[in-house]
């Protein structure tokens, strides 16, 4: 219960102003993704080749990670932008910058003025322009952006996988454990992007952190995995034969061209899967592996730094992050398929490309909106009622 005016107003009537605003914002965002993404990269391209200059020619020392930070500053100035910041070992905290950029954050903020202005209208319509003056409609525009900041740390992930050029990232000397981060200067960052070292699952320590690793042209058999967390691993050329995956999560995870024989994927979190040219004989996957939107306004930062996804080799984005969060729907792009069943799989809004099947099952779960329910050689076990087995 509201305890004073202004509460009251941010309860009654700050939701639904904001919502319209963070809607328009996100299809603007989606309508022009591929143009923010083609900008973006020429511009990472010209700032990894600076920091590849400044390590070069003035000794600069391998990055540990870079930091892209929204700048407050900038909205204030009229001129809205990110700042990519990027610092030896130890950060920001023990480092000096090693090099900067500025990117373009207009599509970011380009419906807060006018939300702004329908909060002051609102309070004037409501007879409560004298408590809920300009200056609280200023700090709730703040408190949108933030959250909007937020919700699109979900999406920047998804975004970094199109901006980095591999050529221009392996022209850099970097640090053992290499990290891109999401979110404000000096404040909360959401790891991105990361190389850590190579590790032997069978033969680590454990607490070993797995997230974010690489997995190349490793062979798996006979093998059992129990509640790992692989979120934004990549297998890469991998074999899993007789392998069983019991409630592991596997957000966020790519599968290049891996092969799955006899393989049981049982409880999993799947949201944001990739399979590229993975070929799946014998293979029973049960899990979710729908995507999940983030309630735009779920979390706020604490300032303590908590959650910020710090990354060492011993805890490399161990950090339990709160709130919900958006993941892209699971996409299968060229694999083939051959004795497998999704078994009570969430599998609404899957994409499937060019991929071919025989004898596959769905059992129950949920398909709506999945490009499974119209391919040839899929059989459902159930009748569908509204995407649902």
């Not at 407050?72 to 910041?85: Q, V």
């Not at 059992?224 to 019991?246: H, N, P």
């Not at 949920?366 to 059989?379: A, K």
């Amino acid at each position: 219960m509201a305890e004073t005016c202004i509460q009251l107003f941010e309860e009654k009537y700050y939701p639904e102003i904001f919502v319209d605003a963070a809607e328009r914002t996100i299809l603007y965002f989606v309508e022009h993704e591929r143009r923010i993404a083609e900008l973006w990269k020429k511009e990472w391209n010209r700032y990894l080749e600076q920091i590849a200059v400044q390590q070069r020619d003035y000794g600069a020392e391998p990055v540990a990670e870079i930091n892209i930070s929204f700048l407050y500053t900038s909205l204030e100035e009229g001129k809205p932008e990110f700042r990519a910041d990027s610092y030896g070992e130890g950060g920001y905290i023990f480092k000096p910058c090693i090099a900067s950029m500025s990117l373009p954050a207009g599509w970011l903020t380009g419906e807060l003025a006018e939300m702004e202005a329908c909060l002051n209208a609102r309070a004037a319509e409501e007879g409560m322009r004298g408590i809920v003056r300009p200056a609280s409609c200023e700090v709730m525009k703040r408190r949108a952006l933030q959250c909007l900041l937020y919700y699109f740390a979900g999406r920047m992930k998804y975004l970094i996988r199109e901006v980095l050029d591999p050529a221009y990232l392996a022209g850099i000397e970097k640090a053992e454990v290499f990290v891109i981060r999401f979110g404000e200067y000096m404040d909360w960052q959401k790891p991105l992007f990361a190389i850590l070292p190579e590790v032997d699952i069978s033969d680590c320590a454990k607490g070993t952190v797995l997230r974010f690793r690489r997995f190349p042209a490793v062979r798996w058999r006979e093998t059992a995995f129990a509640g790992l967390d692989f979120t934004q691993a990549v297998f890469a050329d991998c074999t899993f034969s007789r392998v069983v995956m019991q409630d592991c999560v596997l957000n966020d995870c790519i599968f290049d061209c891996c092969v799955f024989e006899q393989v049981t994927i049982k409880g999993a979190q799947m949201a944001g899967v990739l399979f590229k040219g993975c070929e799946m004989r014998d293979t029973v996957f049960s899990g979710r592996m729908s995507g999940a939107g983030m309630p735009l306004e779920e979390e706020e930062s604490s300032g303590s730094g908590e959650g910020t996804g710090q990354m060492t080799e011993d805890a490399g984005g161990s950090a339990e992050e709160t709130g919900l969060e958006y993941f892209e729907p699971a996409e299968f792009a060229g694999c083939s398929f051959k004795d497998v069943a999704f078994a009570d799989c969430d599998l609404c809004g899957a994409v499937v490309v060019n991929c071919e099947a025989e004898n596959v099952e769905i059992r129950g779960g949920v398909v709506r909106d999945s490009d499974f329910r119209n391919m040839e050689g899929v059989i459902f076990r159930g009748e569908v009622q509204d995407g649902v087995l």
